[in-house]
């Protein structure tokens, strides 16, 4: 079964520092792999997604995601938080063949401190 | 365009009372979706549908959640009867549909319940 992992609940970053969110996947064959943004009572929004080709994926809002097949990671970085980055942030995992459920990580909530 | 339109926003009832939710989605996506969002939690899927027919239901509680889409439009949610731990945001997402996984999901705002 898929699944996926995200490592802290809870991230604080300054102002313009890295930032760093964590997904490891588990899935047994090639997966889809998608990273959610969701504002305070706003619905979730995609941010970027990778299905095949190219592994390094760059979405809106200056964000970007490698899959790393060995690693069987998908983290989200941006070079420089801004304070409209804070929001909590789902990666999620489906795959190829047919329709397939998508499902998500428990979520990463984002704090920037000015 | 608009997106997908849920309402009501919040609801709050006592248990055993009955509840519905309303979604409209984008304008030409056949497949709509409901999700059940525990605190802290990310979304958890309840039911499927492919235009009007409900193709994953595996994990909607029939015993109290029934869903219906009619004519593969807009769709409702009902609980009957609530209990404390259907307290959660219910978000209702759309797509283009048809058997591609990397299909994007669209989601509502959410209903958030409060069962009391």
């Known amino acids: 079964a898929q699944s996926v992992t995200q490592l802290g609940s809870h991230v604080s970053v300054s102002e313009g520092a890295l930032v760093l969110l964590r997904c490891n996947y588990s899935s047994s064959v090639p997966p889809y792999l998608f990273w959610y943004v969701q504002y305070p009572n706003q619905g979730l929004q995609l941010l970027l997604k990778y299905t095949t080709g190219a592994t390094l994926v760059k979405g809106i809002n200056g964000f970007e995601a490698e899959f790393k097949k060995s690693e069987t990671s998908f983290h989200l970085t941006k070079p420089s938080a801004h304070m409209s980055d804070a929001a909590e942030y789902f990666c999620?995992?489906?795959?190829?063949?047919?329709?397939?459920?998508?499902?998500f990580g428990t979520g990463t909530k984002l704090q920037v401190i000015p | 365009e608009a997106g997908v339109v849920q309402s009501p926003r919040y609801k709050i009832i006592e248990k055993k009372q009955p509840v519905a939710f309303w979604c409209n989605p984008i304008s030409g996506h056949n497949t709509l979706y409901w999700y059940r969002q525990n605190l802290g939690q990310g979304p958890e899927l309840l039911i499927r549908?492919?235009?009007?027919?409900?193709?994953?239901d595996s994990q909607l509680p029939k015993d109290r959640f029934s869903a219906e889409r009619l004519k593969g439009v807009d769709s409702t949610l009902k609980i009957q009867p609530a209990e404390l731990g259907d307290s959660a945001v219910y978000l209702c997402a759309s797509s283009l549909g048809g058997a591609l996984a990397k299909n994007i999901q669209y989601f509502g705002a959410g209903t958030r319940l409060s069962v009391l």
């Open positions: 999620a995992v489906s795959f190829s063949g047919g329709y397939q459920k998508v499902t």
């Open positions: 549908y492919e235009n009007e027919e409900a193709v994953d």
